[in-house]
């Protein structure tokens, strides 16, 4: 495997200040020299040096490149990779290496809507957004084909995997669910994709469901099965409470003394509390004029 190791390159600013300067100055004086009648042989080498010099800011020029913030350059000399330049400046290196400008600024990847079935074989719409970065230049260079491609095709794979293992929703109470422990499920989505991205030099600095939803093919009667079970919740804990209400005024009548009920008339009473106190509408009263026996 081929990991990052840090290049060592020249100023670029002591070439393009001094270097191509001076090499200019000399082609021109060689030039000069050269058209001046004197000894033929010194005349042809003074214009040999001269295409030597001009040739030499040729190479200078193209040994000279800019590394601009969050940005680097991977270096390879015929084919073998020899270092990274991360630190911001114009730089030299050889005019023969080629350097390949990588981002290592940190990039969104909003995934498609997929349609995968959660862990109860329910068919759910599920789309990710996935925040990374390059860290390992080499890596993401030459251990994969398209570094930008495979953390697209990756984390929807993560995504994918990640989606069959947990319900949509949370039946029973203690169980993770997608939609109701969102930072649960973000952490092992974050997980799975990083598995997958290491050996591209890639680090997942977050990920989060963007969206979720039944397929349009089952959403309508999931919706009534939520519905039904906001519904028995409700009347769960309005039931729970009739009875705890019930059962203080009875005890409080009985520590107070007030009236002495029998069996049935205790029983007709909490028949009527409960009446009152669960049903939908608002009970019409009947005052009693009579005697309650």
């Excluded at 001094?18 to 214009?47: C, H, K, N, T, W």
């Excluded at 230049?137 to 930008?148: H, I, K, R, S």
């Excluded at 977050?206 to 999931?222: D, V």
């Excluded at 519904?231 to 409470?241: F, K, L, N, W």
Aim: net charge negative; hydrophobic share 45%; proline share 3%.
């Amino acid at each position: 495997m081929i990991q990052e190791t840090p290049f060592k390159a020249k100023s670029g600013l002591l070439v393009l200040i001094v270097g191509i300067p001076v090499l200019i100055a000399l082609s021109i004086f060689s030039f000069i020299y050269a058209s001046e009648p004197s000894i033929y042989g010194f005349r042809a080498a003074a214009g040999v040096f001269g295409f030597l010099c001009c040739f030499s800011v040729i190479l200078a020029l193209c040994g000279l490149f800019a590394v601009n913030p969050n940005e680097a350059r991977a270096m390879t000399l015929f084919g073998n990779y020899v270092g990274t330049v991360h630190q911001t400046g114009l730089w030299f290196a050889n005019p023969f290496t080629l350097k390949r400008k990588i981002s290592v600024r940190v990039r969104n990847f909003d995934s498609d809507k997929l349609k995968v079935n959660d862990l109860e074989g329910n068919p759910i719409e599920i789309g990710a957004v996935v925040v990374w970065k390059v860290v390992d230049t080499a890596e993401a260079l030459f251990e994969v084909d398209d570094y930008e491609d495979y953390v697209m095709v990756q984390s929807e794979a993560a995504l994918r995997n990640m989606a069959t293992q947990y319900p949509y929703d949370a039946h029973e109470e203690g169980h993770i669910a997608l939609r109701s422990h969102t930072s649960e499920i973000a952490e092992q989505l974050k997980v799975e994709v990083q598995n997958r991205l290491e050996k591209a030099g890639v680090e997942v600095l977050e990920a989060r469901i963007s969206h979720l939803a039944y397929a349009q093919e089952i959403a309508s009667a999931m919706l009534q099965r939520q519905q039904a079970a906001a519904i028995i919740a409700a009347r769960t804990r309005i039931v729970d409470g009739a009875v705890g209400m019930v059962e203080m005024a009875l005890d409080k009548l009985n520590e107070r003394n007030i009236v002495q009920l029998d069996d049935e008339r205790k029983a007709q009473m909490v028949s009527n509390l409960l009446v009152v106190l669960c049903g939908d509408k608002a009970t019409q009263p009947v005052v009693n004029t009579g005697s309650v026996y």
